[in-house]
């Protein structure tokens, strides 16, 4: 599965890890994320993380 970056901050949204902060469980997709998932560092809104290379 594909990792995304935030582009603000570098934070790497890492789908095999998931984000169980937010109740986010290991193996949920990027795409899969809810539209109002933030990031868990910084607080940018999904939109503005890219696939990472």
Do not use: H, Q
Request: aromatic share 16%; net charge negative.
């Amino acid at each position: 599965m594909t990792k995304y970056v935030c582009s603000n901050c570098g934070f790497v949204y890492d789908p095999a890890e998931g984000d169980p902060f937010r109740g986010i469980i290991p193996g949920t997709a990027f795409k899969d994320l809810p539209d109002d998932w933030t990031c868990p560092s910084c607080g940018t809104e999904k939109w503005r993380f890219s696939p990472e290379d």
